[in-house]
């Protein structure tokens, strides 16, 4: 079974970058699709973003097109979710996850490995 680790979370003022990292051990992500999702206070988790470990197609959900890059790297072990322009309702932590079958996907129940989180917190 595949582990995650999730890092790059922090503090940062709107408008600002930020570079989140979702390395794996214990399986390369060469099968598997990978997803970051996010949660905010008092809300429920939703999915921003996901990408095939095959051929690196991607989704994201609207709120977060044009802003956000999903990608992984040439070894299949690391994924990265580049995030531009941060507004303060990008505030949540955020999960990266591991999906079976390299198929991008949005949906939790889809994901069977997860990280712990890493918090991004944006002020105005």
């Known amino acids: 079974e595949v582990q995650l680790v999730e890092s790059g979370g922090g503090l940062v003022q709107a408008g600002a970058s930020l570079r989140l990292s979702c390395a794996a051990s214990?399986?390369?992500?060469?099968?598997?699709?990978i997803g970051w999702f996010r949660q905010a206070p008092g809300k429920e988790r939703e999915g921003v973003s996901s990408i095939s470990g095959i051929d690196g197609s991607a989704i994201y959900v609207d709120s977060v097109k044009g802003r956000f890059t999903i990608s992984i790297d040439n070894a299949k072990t690391t994924v990265y979710l580049q995030m531009n322009s941060l507004k303060p309702e990008d505030t949540a932590v955020y999960y990266c996850?591991?999906?079976?079958?390299?198929?991008?996907?949005?949906?939790?129940?889809?994901?069977?490995?997860w990280g712990q989180g890493t918090q991004v917190t944006v002020s105005s």
């Open positions: 214990g399986a390369t992500l060469e099968g598997a699709a």
């Open positions: 996850a591991a999906e079976p079958v390299a198929v991008p996907s949005l949906f939790e129940a889809d994901f069977d490995s």
